[in-house]
Structure formats: structure tokens, C-alpha cells
Nanobody, 114 residues
Framework: VQLQAFGGGLVQPGGSLRLSCRAS????????MGWYRQAPGKSRELVAR???????DYAESVRGRFTIFRDNARNTVTLEMNSLEPDDTDLYYC?????????WGQGTQVTVSS
């Protein structure tokens, strides 16, 4: 399985960005997909994840501002990020777990700055 991420960039505080990720290979709706982020010198942390039949999980810091949704027909997962704050500045990674193995996409930079 390969994960290819799109989106990210520079935005002012209060702005919005969208991250998308497309999975190629054998992935099914019950395999969780989502997004993690990592700042320099810190461990990678969950932002949001989703799988069919369950409510999405969100980090407390993004709940109410970010929305994750998934298109199983296209094997894509999208993260809508609103009301962005400078603390949201990080390298964001697309993620999927298949049969107990974690897969990662290339990181995409999100920078929130005026």
C-alpha cells in the first residue's frame, strides 16, 4: 500500500486548509485511515482517524475545528482544517493501518503564520 498526500501550505491564523491522501493497493473501508502530525524534536501525534462503522477520533486540540472524512470508492481520506492556529504548524502525515501494519505517506507541511 502506498499513501500519497496532497495539500498543506502557508495560511494565516484563522484560515483554512485541506489535506487529502490517496491510498493505492489493497485497502478496505474497515482499515483505519487518518492523519498524524509531528513537530521538530517531538513525537508524532494523532490528529484524526476514521474507519467505517465508527465515529471519527480527534485530538482534543483540534476537535470542533478539524473534520475528517473518507471516500471509500476512491480510497481517499481528507482533513478539513478550519480556524487554524499557529500551534497547528507541523509536518502532517497520512496514515493507514492494515492487518496490524502501519503505513505512512510523505509528510506535508502546514504552516500557520501571519
Amino acid at each position: 500500500v502506498q499513501l500519497q498526500a496532497f495539500g498543506g501550505g502557508l495560511v494565516q491564523p484563522g484560515g483554512s486548509l485541506r489535506l487529502s491522501c490517496r491510498a493505492s493497493g489493497s485497502i478496505f473501508s474497515w482499515n483505519p485511515m487518518g492523519w498524524y502530525r509531528q513537530a521538530p524534536g517531538k513525537s508524532r501525534e494523532l490528529v484524526a482517524r476514521i474507519r467505517s462503522g465508527r465515529y471519527p477520533d480527534y485530538a482534543e486540540s483540534v476537535r470542533g475545528r478539524f473534520t475528517i472524512f473518507r471516500d471509500n470508492a476512491r480510497n481517499t481520506v481528507t482533513l478539513e482544517m478550519n480556524s487554524l492556529e499557529p500551534d497547528d504548524t507541523d509536518l502532517y502525515y497520512c496514515w493507514a493501518r492494515i492487518d496490524g501494519t502501519d503505513y505512512w505517506g510523505q509528510g506535508t507541511q502546514v504552516t500557520v503564520s501571519s
